[in-house]
């Protein structure tokens, strides 16, 4: 690896850094950044390949060794500088001594992520490793595919590694390495496969042979073929290694050792010498192009990254906006802050019953629904009146047909018409108890919308607000009713000595004289039609100011109970919960999901931050 020269030191190792620094931050979360995934089948050499270029052992064995993503990054330190290990997973972060301990570590990390032997887990465990014998390079590790589930694991094993390993190779910023024993037919292997769904082209996709030891006689043509891109042609091409068998793991040949033999077999052999000579073969060689290749993916990636994490901060910002500010922890902001929603709240819902413009976005328009319910009720009015006329005149002529030129009984007095009036207010009560409820359900309603958008976010206090819209409006509907109906009593008391029904009176009869003059009235009787008629206009005068009072009564009592009273109550009452309530906590409790989303956006946006400063500062 002395190879890596000056150039590399200065431009490849704060690359790397950087998106390392990225991952950890975890904005892979965010947007996709520029890594090297393993993959290969089983017993395919994949591990002997990473501690190969880690110059450290990890943990191998039959069955799913590696039980989650494994990222493992390789830092250069310079000649003489010491051995420097770490391994960080869950939040726990551990330094390792010595080389040696690295794979009892990874086991231990293993053993907690994956919790038992059978499953698997998308956690990642993050293994640091600082040498002088390692390239620049981080590489994640995935599970190997495996066709048949061991005893005990689950029978979809197999699918469940699939798609752990789909999740990582599908990314577009992610080289795929596919690790393939010389002794297998390639195009037959699991692992090619996969990377052949995810990236068509082998655009981002490099074959590493591993086993050259133990090509199968007669076969070494065909590999010299396939490392020369020949057979299954991939842009990044092929590279070709040999690691450590089983024989030299007992032998606990060390790894500088294992380089010089490597170089040595491939300098020897008759086929492969080739391969050597181009500059396909060895480890080293494959850390020269992997951290070449990586560098330079991340130098090229780069503005795009700094595009999308500016992107993705506004989008976050503009997000988090939405959710409005976190209610303060302190005690005593809390109440404030709940002052201010509260006021903001009432103010509105004040506004809302003057019909003035609200703060909160969405207004309910209560007033048309007022402007409908009181024209129905001036309808009625209207029709009623049109109606109790007719009937008053059908009955007038009546009287009149029946005593014809001859004396009015006694008992046909002005009493007898009263009590036809009478009868016919009172059927107005109900119509007007309705209107008074219809209107009284829409402010509401209005009221609870205005609670919700004002509220969002925050549950026990929209719960708070309805429980006193509720109380305030069933008193107030109740008294407004009780007013109501002592309206209909007093109208039905109207007497003929009130002046405006005098007036009135005077009008009505003023209209019906200047009918008299135009000889309208065919007059038969003149005694008994005077008096007939004489009765029939204080009984339409009775009726019409009845009404007329009606008109502007009903709507008043509603006006003031419904609308203004109500408003009024509503702001007293929510500002005494403002000054009384003792669970300023509860009250104030957000929404569990949105609490959770705002978190999460939190989260993110303190990564996007600290993801610019790491750019900035390259
Ligand atoms: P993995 O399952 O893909 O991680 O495969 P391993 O790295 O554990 O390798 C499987 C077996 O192949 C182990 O016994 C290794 O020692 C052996 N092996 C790996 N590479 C070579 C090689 O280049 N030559 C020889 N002879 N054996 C190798
Ligand atoms: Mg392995």
Not at 180 to 195: G, Q, R, S
Not at 575 to 588: A, G, H, I, N, R
Not at 594 to 615: N, S
């Amino acid at each position: 690896m002395s190879t890596l020269n000056q150039q590399y030191e200065e431009k490849v190792r704060p690359c790397i850094d950087l998106i390392d620094s990225l991952r950890s931050l975890g904005v892979e979360k965010d947007l996709a950044l520029p890594a090297i995934a393993v993959i290969g089948d089983q017993s395919s050499g994949k591990s002997s390949v990473l501690e190969a270029l880690s110059g450290v052992a990890l943990p191998r064995g039959s069955g799913i060794v590696t039980r989650c993503p494994l990222e493992l990054k390789m830092k250069r330190m310079k000649e003489g500088e010491e051995w420097y290990g770490k391994i960080s997973y869950q939040g726990i972060e551990e330094e390792i001594e010595s080389p040696a301990d690295v794979e009892e570590k990874c086991r231990k990390a293993l053993g907690k992520i994956a919790r038992s032997w059978l499953s698997i887990s998308e956690e990642l465990i993050s293994l640091e490793i600082c040498s002088a014998h390692v390239p620049d390079l981080t590489l994640i590790d995935l599970p190997s595919i495996t066709r048949v589930a061991v005893k005990g694991q689950p029978e979809n094993i197999g699918e469940q590694i699939k798609t752990l390993i789909r999740k990582y190779i599908s990314r577009q910023k992610t080289t795929i390495l596919v690790v393939v024993p010389c002794n297998v037919d390639i195009a037959t292997t699991e692992a090619l496969k996969m990377a052949q769904e995810v990236d068509l082209g082998g655009e981002r996709t490099l074959g590493i042979l591993t086993k050259p030891d133990l090509v199968d006689k007669g076969t070494e043509e065909t590999v010299v073929a396939v490392v020369r891109n020949e057979v299954i042609p991939l842009k990044k091409g092929y590279m070709i290694v040999r690691c450590r068998g089983q024989e030299e793991i007992k032998k606990k040949v060390s790894f500088p050792e294992v380089i010089e033999k490597e170089k040595a077999f491939f300098k020897k052999h008759v086929y492969f010498q080739t391969l050597y000579d181009e500059g396909h073969a060895t480890v080293t060689k494959l850390a020269e192009k992997l951290t070449h290749e990586l560098s330079h993916h991340i130098e090229t990636s780069l503005p795009r990254i700094e595009e999308q994490i500016e992107e993705k901060l506004e989008e976050t910002q503009a997000e988090l906006e939405k959710y409005g500010s976190e209610p303060p922890s302190d005690e005593a902001e809390r109440r404030v802050f709940l002052i201010d929603k509260v006021t903001a709240f009432t103010q509105d819902a004040i506004s809302l019953t003057t019909g003035e413009e609200l703060k909160c976005g969405d207004k309910p328009n209560v007033f048309s629904t007022l402007r409908r319910e009181f024209g129905k009720w001036n309808t009625h009015l209207d029709r009623s009146g049109e109606k109790f006329n007719k009937r008053i005149e059908k009955e007038v002529e009546k009287y009149e047909e029946k005593y014809r030129g001859r004396e009015l009984p006694g008992f046909i007095n002005y009493k007898t018409f009263e009590v036809m009036v009478k009868e016919q207010i009172r059927q107005l009560e109900e119509p007007a108890v309705i209107n008074l409820k219809e209107i009284g359900d829409a402010v509401t309603k209005a009221f609870i919308q205005l609670a919700e958008s004002s509220f969002t976010r925050f549950p026990e206090l929209v719960k708070k607000a309805k429980a006193k819209i509720g109380d305030i409006m069933r008193k107030l509907l109740s008294t407004a009713q009780s007013m109501l109906r002592t309206q209909f009593k007093m109208e039905l008391l109207v007497s003929s000595v009130d002046r405006t029904y005098s007036s009135s009176l005077s009008e009505s009869k003023r209209e019906k004289d200047e009918d008299k003059l135009k000889g309208k009235n065919i007059v038969r009787n003149m005694d008994n039609h005077a008096t007939l008629q004489e009765i029939m206009l204080h009984i339409k005068s009775y009726y019409k100011i009845a009404s007329q009072n009606l008109a502007y009564q009903i709507p008043l009592v509603i006006r003031y109970h419904i609308l203004q009273e109500s408003a009024i109550q509503l702001q007293r009452e929510m500002l005494q919960v403002t000054q009384e309530e003792k669970d300023m906590y509860k009250l104030l409790c957000q929404d569990y999901d949105l609490d959770m989303k705002r978190t999460a956006l939190q989260g993110q946006f303190k990564r996007l931050m600290e993801a610019r400063t790491c750019l900035a500062e390259l």
